[in-house]
């Protein structure tokens, strides 16, 4: 019988490689999406609108992680041998303006879906999204399992709560669950306010000319940055070990902002400088100056390695966004000769 494997998430970068990666190898995937004003499933739309082909392996159901009797429901009805749990309020200058909501899903997400998990009395394995987030201030270079946390803002502090509490109930109930502790990953799917996407979509834009400027915070800072792909092969391959463990995923590489630009731009032949200003709207109150990890343990343990380089990563986005950029340019041109023979009719 095939597994069955819950997300929470499903709709976010990162759930819609985990979901393509799942069905890849056999699962049924169940994903729980929020209800939104909006269309919220365009990273997942490709799985399951298929008219050809509609995979009826994938579903997806209503629920939230702020509510505990739609993941006691979810859970009862579905009873899944996986559970990933990315979802999440997961912008972390937004997390300073939101912060109690932040906890409240970033945090308290995480042990609504524990405690339903014990309420219905059933024993999947259980993954968490942990974060490079929770390093913050960071204690030590690289960071591995063994440096000491010191978050430094709402979204990592209620990270930090979420991998302790999956540790916790590890241990008091004797469950499989793990911490991945993933440094920062991208991709053509990443979110448009995230500082990689935000450089892609603009460099790419204004080579095309349809923007003429990119304003951006502190530049200085440096990431580990990987690709989404890579990093969620890694969630499944801590669920297949032997035992439940946590694990830092990482390329064991840093690059500050102001290299991610020089990368993206010298891709579209422009130069950033001419483009860029720094605006403190985008600065946040207190900083991640670096982040950098050792994924020894998960090359050792689970086999895992990095596929994409950061030149690579930087290449995919780049070459995905120009297309974009493009498309959008067509139909500019497009509104704009309808609009040129409206007003050659209209003046006849
Ligand atoms: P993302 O693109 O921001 O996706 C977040 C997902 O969480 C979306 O599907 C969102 O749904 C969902 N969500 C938000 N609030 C929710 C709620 N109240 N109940 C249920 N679902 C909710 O994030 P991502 O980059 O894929 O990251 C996945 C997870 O890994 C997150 O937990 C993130 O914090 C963590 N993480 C990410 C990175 C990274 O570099 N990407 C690194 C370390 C850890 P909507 O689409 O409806 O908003
Ligand atoms: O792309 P970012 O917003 O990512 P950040 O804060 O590192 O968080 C991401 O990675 C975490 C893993 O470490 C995840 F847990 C989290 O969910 C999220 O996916 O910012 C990266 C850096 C920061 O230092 C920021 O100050 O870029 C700097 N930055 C400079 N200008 C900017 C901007 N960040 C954003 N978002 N927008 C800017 O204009």
Not at 43 to 63: A, C, K, N, S, W
Not at 150 to 178: M, Q, W
Not at 268 to 297: F, I, M, N, Q, T
């Amino acid at each position: 019988m095939a597994k069955r494997a819950l997300i929470t998430g499903i709709t976010g970068q990162d759930g819609s490689f985990l979901t393509e990666l799942l069905l890849d190898k056999g699962y049924e995937v169940y994903g729980v999406i929020r209800r939104s004003s909006s269309f919220n499933t365009d990273r997942i739309d490709h799985l399951y609108q298929d008219p050809h082909e509609p995979d009826t392996r994938l579903r997806l159901v209503y629920g939230d992680l702020n509510d505990s009797s739609s993941l006691n429901t979810i859970l009862r009805q579905i009873k899944p041998d996986e559970i990933y749990n990315l979802g999440a309020q997961s912008h972390v200058r937004v997390s300073f303006d939101v912060p109690e909501y932040t906890g409240e899903v970033t945090g308290l997400g995480c042990v609504r879906l524990l405690e339903a998990l014990r309420e219905v009395g059933i024993q999947p394995k259980f993954y968490q999204a942990s974060s490079s987030e929770l390093y913050g201030k960071v204690l030590e270079v690289p960071q591995t399992e063994n440096t000491p946390f010191y978050p430094r803002s709402p979204y990592g502090c209620a990270k930090a709560y979420a991998y302790y509490i999956t540790v916790n109930y590890r241990e008091s109930y004797d469950l499989f669950a793990c911490n991945g502790i993933l440094f920062n990953h991208e991709s053509e799917r990443r979110g448009e306010t995230f500082v990689s996407r935000k450089i892609t979509r603009a460099a790419t834009r204004i080579k095309l000319g349809l923007q003429n400027k990119l304003y951006l915070g502190n530049l200085d800072a440096q990431r580990d940055w990987g690709y989404a792909k890579d990093y969620v092969e890694a969630m499944w391959m801590m669920m297949q070990a032997e035992e439940p463990d946590d694990y830092v995923i990482a390329t064991g590489e840093a690059h500050s902002v102001r290299e991610f630009l020089d990368e993206s731009f010298s891709l579209v032949d422009l130069d950033w400088k001419e483009y860029v200003e720094e605006d403190p709207r985008y600065y946040r109150p207190a900083e991640v100056d670096l982040l950098l990890g050792d994924a020894s343990k998960a090359k050792r343990v689970l086999g895992w390695e990095r596929k994409v380089s950061f030149k690579n990563l930087v290449r995919i986005m780049i070459d995905h966004d120009l297309k974009l950029a493009q498309q959008e340019l067509a139909m500019q041109e497009v509104a704009t000769s309808a609009l040129a023979s409206k007003a050659r009719w209209g003046a006849s």
